[in-house]
């Protein structure tokens, strides 16, 4: 839920410099991640196929 306290969508200050700060630090810790898992050959998890997708999948095979 983006207002659950703690989520990246919701910064926990209110003075614009702190919420820059804490927009760069959340960022340099994602890239951290990901990096981390490159290094590891850790590949991205498949992502749910759209139902639209698959219709249009189904209907192109008939």
Excluded at 8 to 13: K, Q, T
Excluded at 15 to 35: E, N, R, S, V, Y
Excluded at 46 to 58: D, E, G, I, N, S
Aim: hydrophobic share 35%.
């Amino acid at each position: 839920m983006p207002n659950e306290p703690g989520s990246i969508g919701r910064s926990r200050y209110a003075g614009k410099a702190k919420t820059h700060l804490q927009q760069i630090a959340t960022a340099t810790a994602m890239h951290f991640i990901g990096i981390h898992n490159w290094l590891i050959d850790k590949l991205p998890e498949q992502t749910r196929t759209p139902a639209c997708v698959k219709t249009m999948k189904r209907s192109m095979a008939s």
